[in-house]
């Protein structure tokens, strides 16, 4: 843990953003921070460098990225025809398969040095799912886990009904994340059938448009899903 632990984070929304410039801008934070922890290293507690914390939210045009365990076979949709649906493709260095990314999703790039809060990536993911749930929850939706399947579910343990409506994947070096989580607030569902989601063949995909049968407020969610993870985390805003 870092002698000092830094709480503070800045919060950032970078609105509808290019995949490849968002991802550019959040490796930029990431390695940042570690360059910080790195001049660290050799120096006593008391001339260390606070590290910096980043909650970045965004939305993205159309597109769908493939994590470094996933398997290309699940992107359905021909290479070829992506521009016909006004979409981009990437493999990412992030952790799960494939998912989608687009208007009306927030997605969210929590870049963090964990020696801040705590070093444990299962508990990270964990407090990232429940601030989504007790986001829901305010749209009297109660949602929960899926037994060995990341991310936020709808009814997980009917088997007929389980739907994904929050989807999870990170990368973490020396204890910093980046990439991060992509809840489905209003999105075009349908882009979803262009992949097989997260790799898994038998579960449905839903956001919280669906759910309620009305567009939702994307601004108004925002806020609460930022203060969500900044009391599960114990964050101070910058």
Same mark, same amino acid.
């Given at each position: 843990?870092?002698?000092?632990?830094?709480?503070?984070?800045?919060? +950032?929304? +970078?609105?509808?953003?290019?995949?490849?410039?968002?991802?550019?801008?959040?490796?930029?934070?990431?390695?940042?921070?570690?360059?910080? @922890?790195? =001049?660290?290293? !050799?120096?006593?507690? !008391?001339?260390?460098?606070? %590290?910096?914390?980043?909650?970045?939210?965004?939305?993205?045009?159309?597109?769908?990225?493939?994590?470094? =365990?996933?398997?290309?076979?699940?992107? +359905?949709?021909?290479?070829?025809?992506?521009?016909? $649906?006004?979409?981009?493709?990437?493999?990412?260095?992030?952790?799960?398969?494939?998912?989608?990314?687009?208007?009306?999703?927030?997605?969210?790039?929590?870049?963090?040095?964990?020696?801040?809060?705590? %070093?444990?990536?299962?508990?990270?993911? &964990?407090?990232? #799912?429940?601030?989504?749930?007790?986001?829901?929850?305010?749209?009297?939706?109660?949602?929960?886990? =899926?037994?060995?399947?990341?991310?936020?579910?709808?009814?997980?343990?009917?088997?007929? &009904?389980?739907? @994904?409506?929050?989807?999870?994947?990170?990368?973490? =070096?020396?204890?910093?994340?980046?990439?991060?989580?992509?809840?489905?607030?209003?999105? !075009?569902?349908?882009?979803?059938?262009?992949?097989?989601?997260?790799?898994?063949?038998?579960?449905?995909?839903?956001?919280?448009?669906?759910?309620?049968?009305?567009?939702?407020?994307?601004?108004? $969610?925002?806020?609460?899903?930022?203060?969500?993870?900044?009391?599960?985390?114990?964050? #101070?805003?910058?």
């Amino acid at each position: 843990m870092n002698p000092v632990q830094n709480k503070k984070t800045r919060f +950032i929304d +970078i609105g509808l953003k290019d995949y490849q410039q968002a991802w550019d801008y959040q490796a930029s934070l990431f390695e940042q921070i570690l360059a910080t @922890k790195t =001049s660290n290293r !050799d120096l006593p507690a !008391d001339v260390q460098q606070l %590290t910096d914390n980043y909650l970045v939210f965004c939305e993205h045009p159309h597109v769908f990225t493939l994590g470094k =365990s996933g398997h290309e076979e699940n992107l +359905i949709i021909p290479k070829e025809e992506l521009s016909d $649906v006004q979409a981009t493709y990437y493999r990412v260095n992030r952790g799960g398969d494939i998912t989608y990314h687009g208007p009306g999703q927030i997605v969210g790039y929590p870049i963090i040095d964990m020696e801040n809060f705590f %070093t444990d990536i299962h508990r990270y993911m &964990r407090f990232m #799912e429940e601030a989504v749930i007790q986001t829901l929850r305010e749209y009297n939706i109660e949602a929960g886990r =899926s037994p060995g399947q990341t991310g936020v579910w709808l009814d997980p343990e009917d088997f007929l &009904r389980a739907r @994904k409506i929050c989807a999870l994947g990170v990368r973490t =070096s020396r204890w910093v994340t980046m990439h991060g989580f992509a809840f489905n607030v209003n999105p !075009d569902l349908r882009y979803f059938g262009y992949i097989v989601p997260c790799g898994i063949q038998d579960k449905a995909v839903t956001s919280l448009e669906q759910e309620l049968g009305k567009k939702v407020d994307l601004e108004e $969610v925002k806020q609460i899903l930022k203060e969500k993870i900044r009391a599960q985390f114990d964050m #101070e805003w910058l």
